[in-house]
């Protein structure tokens, strides 16, 4: 009897090894086949979302132009709520050129919105002359355009200093 146990016993030992080593090969497998999926969704799909989605901005206003990068945000669900006109921003250092001299601006805007962090802030927009968002060869111009102007920075590493509303492209 005491055969049989210790038989019993050691043959139980090496089958909880093997299952432990089929485990252990399924963690490496699953890790090792993540690992390149993550890799590709941070890095390329980041480079592919900005190389599609950006281009420049020309904004035309006052007699002036300034031309900037843009990130075209198809998350961007601001609207000007008198007139329904989508909103573009653009931080305030990129349109001094356009809004200096104490003239008087047409067109200017209390735009409401909400945001993460804010609840109820209020943007100065303005109604520009013209929009023109180029992207991939494409050009998409739109007039009588509303611009909040954001007093800080839209990207941290100054990849774009305007977000342009999806609508934007549309005709």
């Known amino acids: 009897m005491s055969n049989r146990i210790r038989f019993s016993f050691s043959h139980s030992h090496p089958i909880k090894s093997v299952h432990h080593q089929i485990l252990l090969c ?22 592919y979302r900005l190389k599609n989605c950006s281009g420049n901005l020309q904004i035309h206003l006052n007699g002036r132009i300034v031309t900037i990068k843009a990130l075209l945000d198809t998350g961007n669900c601001l609207y000007e709520p008198l007139t329904g006109k989508p909103v573009c921003l653009v931080e305030y250092g990129r349109l001094k050129t356009c809004l200096k001299d104490g003239t008087v601006i047409p067109g200017i805007r209390a735009i409401p919105y909400h945001s993460i962090g804010k609840k109820h802030g209020v943007l100065l927009g303005v109604t520009v002359d013209k929009l023109i968002f180029q992207n991939q060869g494409r050009k998409y111009e739109q007039s009588g355009c509303i611009v909040g102007i954001y007093h800080g920075k839209l990207s941290e590493s100054g990849e774009f200093s305007a977000i342009v509303h999806p609508d934007i492209l549309k005709k």
């Open 26 to 47: 399924g963690c490496f497998f699953l890790i090792g086949s993540l690992c390149p999926i993550i890799f590709y969704h941070t890095h390329f799909t980041r480079e």
